[in-house]
């Protein structure tokens, strides 16, 4: 996990603290950025013991801004990691607290010698929000435990075709299935663009039935202008996209104490004793 922080990295994962807030957000953050981490196959475990190490860091040192850390369950085996700020200032101020802090600065360039073990790539994008694309009430954040994101990577000079295509779908979709929720982002930076990223989630994985229905539903229930302009951003303006779901990392997480304490058995979960055995001797 890292976070920008000059010569040292910083970050953990997903829908963070607004800045200097005490808690989740409650709306959808305006920057997020993101740490995607290539983990070893065969590493998993040990890379997650290490990850812990961040969110500790970080609480130690008081940082008022929280994050989710992710783990993919479709795809390669990859760890994401979400900082969602208010502004570029938030994390400009961000970055200054991680290099500032001697002692945090130092456990954070110690944390990332230890992490090169088990990763074999790092990327770091900042994406922005497109709220007038996103649909449906923000959701709890530390409730939510799964994932889905979808890339969208666009053809240059079509971003006009994406936003009229959400748009329609978003319509098609306040008709056919209202309870549908996701969020839009733009990337500013850290992949080529026009690149968006489309964020969904659920409290338990069965509720992915649900997405999936209110999907199928929302493409039925089309207008006729609505499939033209899904039809035109299809074959026209879309170079590729993918899906991919994950599963939030209690360990790799930040949040608050707040956070943890409306669901303790998943935040705080009591470790199993291991009771130590000692060789029989004849």
Known sequence: MR??????????????????????PTSQPNLIQIII????????????????????????AKSPYFSLGMVSLTGPSVAWFVVPFDSNQAMGDSM??????????????????????????MRSILVAAR???????????????????????????????????????????TRSAPNTAYRVYEVVAGLPSPTYMVFSSVVNYGDFDKTTAEGEATMKGANAEEQKALQKFGAEAVINSETQ???????????????????????????PVVKKTTASQD
């Open 3 to 24: 976070q920008i922080t000059g010569p040292v990295t910083l970050l953990v994962f997903l829908v963070a603290g607004s800045a200097l807030g005490q808690t989740l």
């Open 37 to 60: 981490e290539d983990v070893k196959v065969g590493h998993e475990a040990d890379h997650a013991k290490t990850e812990a190490g961040w969110p500790a860091a970080f609480e130690k």
């Open 96 to 121: 200054k607290r991680s290099t500032d802090d001697p002692m945090l600065a130092a456990e954070l360039a110690r944390l990332s010698r230890a992490d090169a073990d088990h990763i074999s790539n």
């Open 131 to 173: 709220k007038d694309l996103s649909r449906g009430a923000f959701p709890d954040s530390g409730r939510q435990r799964f994932w889905e994101v979808t890339i969208f990577r666009v053809r240059p000079g079509h971003e006009d075709d994406f936003v009229a295509a959400a748009k329609a779908y978003g319509s098609a979709a």
């Open 245 to 271: 779901r994950f599963r939030l990392d209690p360990d790799m997480s930040y949040v608050s104490k707040e956070v943890r304490a409306q669901d303790p058995a998943f935040w705080m979960p009591k470790k």
